[in-house]
């Protein structure tokens, strides 16, 4: 049965900073390419940056520079150090597969951007 926790979210005012962890069980991370994505009220959910199984990274324009994916293959855990936040970035963010397979959507970590 796969499991997928992820963890770090909570208020942080404009210009803070976070770092989101995802940690697996029941499956092996380093087989897959992974991805972070978020959901903002009232829109729908989208893919925020992906890392390859060999470590390329990608990010959407509205994150570069200011978001870093990364992953442990050892602890079958993948992050998201995030840096500079905006009120735009307040969402619920999930770690998932790249390209996102239904049945590994968690519960997702609430980050909230707000003086």
């Known amino acids: 049965q796969v499991q997928i926790v992820e963890s770090g979210g909570g208020l942080v005012h404009p210009g803070g900073s976070l770092r989101l962890s995802c940690a697996a069980s029941g499956i092996i991370f380093s087989f897959y390419d992974l991805a972070w994505y978020r959901q903002a009220p009232g829109k729908q959910r989208e893919l925020v940056a992906s890392i390859t199984r060999r470590g390329r990274t990608n990010y959407i324009d509205p994150v570069k520079g200011r978001f870093t994916i990364s992953r442990d293959n050892a602890k079958n855990m993948v992050d998201l150090q995030m840096s500079s936040l905006k009120p735009e970035d307040t969402a619920v963010y999930y770690c998932?597969?790249?390209?996102?397979?239904?049945?590994?959507w968690g519960q997702g970590t609430q980050v909230t951007v707000s003086s």
């Open positions: 998932n597969l790249e390209p996102a397979s239904a049945p590994f």
